[in-house]
């Protein structure tokens, strides 16, 4: 099995910065690629962002140039820095894992996490 676990959400002002920690324990050999999803109250969940074990990276287009995605192959540990936050980012936001990038562009990853909250007030 694998496991993910969010970190680093919270309350930000717009304009403000947060970045989120997806650490992922148990059968990473099976981890190809990795997602950030949000889901705001009432809306669907998006993908924000994902990064693949080659390092290729793809980002929604409303996060383009404020968010980054990166990760720490020595911890374990997928980031999402978030720039110059506003208030449509609040959301929550989750990491997923699977073996294959398809399953992360289409929402159908192995592996999710439980999420953490990111509230921008205006």
């Known amino acids: 099995q694998v496991q993910l676990v969010e970190s680093g959400g919270g309350l930000v002002q717009a304009g403000g910065s947060l970045r989120l920690s997806c650490a992922v324990s148990?059968?990473?050999?099976?981890?190809?690629?990795v997602g950030w999803y949000r889901q705001a109250p009432g809306k669907q969940r998006e993908l924000v962002a994902a990064?693949?074990?080659?390092?290729?990276?793809n980002y929604a287009d409303s996060v383009k140039g404020r968010f980054a995605i990166s990760r720490d192959n020595a911890k374990n540990t997928v980031y999402l820095q978030m720039n110059s936050l506003k208030p449509e980012d609040t959301a929550v936001y989750s990491c997923?894992?699977?073996?294959?990038?398809?399953?992360?562009?289409?929402?159908?990853?192995?592996?999710w996490g439980q999420g953490t909250q990111v509230t921008v007030s205006s």
């Open positions: 997923a894992a699977g073996s294959r990038g398809s399953a992360i562009v289409a929402g159908t990853a192995d592996y």
């Open positions: 148990g059968f990473i050999f099976r981890i190809n690629a």
């Open positions: 990064i693949t074990s080659g390092g290729n990276t």
